[in-house]
């Protein structure tokens, strides 16, 4: 149980072009989803969190107007990163919890995004 | 601010021996610490959450201490399996609402045959 699923893995696109990634929990419904972004050994770092039907929480220093997230059901979350340039390049990776105490996340396996 | 500190270079073992890492903390204790493997190209996987006011986790080979005295949690694979090769990361929940984790930068464990 506690499957999440990203689509799509691995993505490479030109600058100035969008790039949406979807994070779904497979067999929960996910409370709380989280965005995180994580370069080359490098710790991961939360990008925001989302809660469905409600605004995103973003953390200090991240644009939201660049990292656009939508949790519009209990099991969906999407992350657009808008007009993406080289430096956008990294592996993002989304989480969810299922509300039960104790906190610990689900994660996805990842998204490589690869600007050009 | 709050840091975590996971010894950054390569810990290598060999099979069947004991393998521990250490996540050490500044400042206040969290309400919840969390330990996740990360294999290459992958997203985390949770293996143990142990509370502020638990001392030892146990969970098949994997321990887990809490010390709130010493800011440090040990991680303990016992019996250890080249598969167990991973990254390991701690992750501080200081909110008790698993809401905001924070991540170590982990510590990568190879077990050689």
């Known amino acids: 149980g506690a499957v999440v699923s990203q689509h799509p893995s691995r993505v490479i696109c030109k600058s100035g072009t969008s790039v949406k990634i979807e994070c779904r929990s497979l067999?929960?419904?996910?409370?709380?989803m989280f965005w995180y972004r994580q370069f080359p050994k490098k710790s991961l770092m939360l990008m925001a969190t989302?809660?469905?039907?409600?605004?995103?929480?973003?953390e200090q220093g991240v644009e939201k107007d660049k990292f656009l997230i939508n949790h519009a059901s209990l099991t969906l979350s999407t992350l657009t990163v808008t007009s993406a340039h080289p430096e956008d390049s990294s592996f993002y990776i989304c989480?969810?919890?299922?509300?039960?105490?104790?906190?610990?996340?689900?994660f996805g396996p990842g998204t490589r995004l690869t600007v050009l | 601010s709050q840091k975590i500190e996971q010894n950054s270079e390569a810990l290598n073992i060999q099979e069947g021996k004991t393998a521990t890492l250490t996540c050490n903390y500044t400042?206040?204790?969290?309400?919840?610490l969390q330990w996740y493997r990360q294999d290459p190209g992958r997203g985390p996987v949770f293996l143990l959450l142990?509370?502020?006011?638990?001392k030892e986790k146990r969970k098949e080979r994997l321990k887990v201490t809490f010390d709130t005295t010493l800011k440090q949690s040990l991680f303990h694979i016992t019996a250890s399996q080249p598969a167990d090769s991973a990254t390991y990361l701690c992750a501080l929940d200081f909110t008790g609402g698993g809401n905001k984790l924070t991540f170590g930068t982990g510590t990568q464990l190879k077990v050689e045959l």
């Open positions: 067999d929960f419904q996910a409370t709380t």
């Open positions: 989302s809660n469905e039907g409600s605004k995103a929480t973003y």
């Open positions: 142990i509370r502020e006011n638990e």
């Open positions: 400042n206040y204790s969290p309400a919840y």
């Open positions: 989480s969810a919890r299922d509300g039960s105490e104790g906190g610990e996340q689900f």
